[in-house]
């Protein structure tokens, strides 16, 4: 693939006269995939994928594979979390170009807490020093990369609700006389902070033997979690029905970059309370800033008997405003916003 001269601005193209995209992912995430599609981008799974359970031996031998796999003679390799196969490829010469890195995992809340070994977290956070352009899914996670010294250049994006729900979501009549709580939890039952919230709603139940837990699961195993269940949760695997019935959504996350279940509980009407390390605290905060706590049982327990202690229209009052909050989380909004910002951000990186 032979890419073309410089355009009148400097900018390398190819023979077709624009930019060549390789869009590098392992998911991919809805709004990855919208995105790359907004920008022209050729898509590129990474197969041999570095597992976190593999032991090192294997880890490295299927780095080594995805490394070598990366496809050449892009100008810029657009990456969903996987910075490091694109960035080790050009340290060894074999691809060119610029590297953009889209953030939207647990990945670098991992790396700044030391939740990875010192040789793989070193070496993950050196390679991410080399990447040109930090696509942020919120502002969260970029005081991530700085507390990792990762001073690079930076732009904004977020996910959204997919097209299929948001107008479910949006008509949706919340059940706020219940004494329900919802919280939506995958992959990591502890990433989700779903201890925190177990052991809040056992204060809660204590003061309030109403109230319910409605705790979707995904794909977390049961097992896993069954020593921390007690009557009162109800588990789920299907998030609209634990929403439906819900009068309130928690999610106290370690570092969860901006997660859909806050999203969608707030465009349905339903008041959220997130954590400090929850990105979406930047939405919920806006609305009320006493719902955005420190990863502390005792405070959330403190959020849910108050919120259980409004009068009804209070309740539907913070209803109406999270939802208006929610709104302009949609896929047309969304992706538009994250191509004029990526390619602003672009025009300064490709000069």
């Known amino acids: ?196 919230v177990l052991e809040a709603m056992k204060i809660v139940c204590a003061k309030d033997p109403q109230a319910r837990l409605n705790l979707v699961l995904g794909n977390i195993d049961q097992r896993k979690i069954r020593h921390l269940l007690f009557p009162a949760v109800r588990i789920s695997y299907e998030a609209m029905p634990a929403l439906s019935s819900a009068s309130l959504y928690v999610h106290p996350a370690r570092g969860d970059t901006f997660p859909m279940g806050p999203l969608e509980a707030m465009l349905g009407g339903i008041p959220t309370i997130v954590s400090e390390q929850t990105g979406t605290c930047e939405v919920v905060e806006k609305v009320k800033k006493e719902y955005v706590i420190p990863l502390n049982a005792q405070v959330l327990a403190e959020r849910i008997l108050e919120y259980f202690g409004m009068s009804p229209s209070e309740r539907q009052k913070l209803s109406a405003r999270f939802r208006q909050a929610a709104l302009p989380f949609n896929e047309k909004q969304q992706v538009s916003f994250f191509k004029r910002e990526y390619e602003k951000a672009m025009r300064k990186i490709m000069g």
């Open 1 to 196: 693939m032979r890419t073309g001269g410089q355009n009148a601005h400097g900018r390398k193209e190819s023979s077709a006269g624009k930019t060549r995209t390789l869009a590098v992912y392992v998911g991919p995430h809805l709004a990855f995939t919208k995105f790359s599609e907004a920008i022209g981008a050729t898509p590129y799974k990474i197969v041999s994928r570095v597992q976190k359970t593999q032991p090192l031996p294997l880890k490295g031998a299927s780095y080594v594979q995805s490394v070598l796999s990366i496809p050449k003679g892009y100008d810029v390799y657009f990456a969903e979390n996987c910075y490091y196969y694109p960035v080790a490829a050009r340290k060894l010469g074999l691809i060119g170009g610029k590297i953009v890195n889209v953030c939207a995992s647990g990945l670098y809340y991992d790396l700044a807490n030391g939740r990875h070994g010192a040789f793989e977290r070193n070496l993950l956070i050196s390679l991410a020093k080399e990447v040109d352009l930090f696509v942020l899914e919120g502002k969260y996670v970029g005081g991530l990369l700085k507390r990792m010294g990762v001073e690079k250049p930076m732009c904004l994006s977020y996910t959204y609700v997919s097209p299929e729900r948001y107008p479910v979501l949006k008509k949706m009549e919340p059940q706020l006389e219940s004494k329900e709580v919802t919280i939506i939890a995958t992959n990591d039952y502890l990433y989700k902070g779903v201890d925190i």
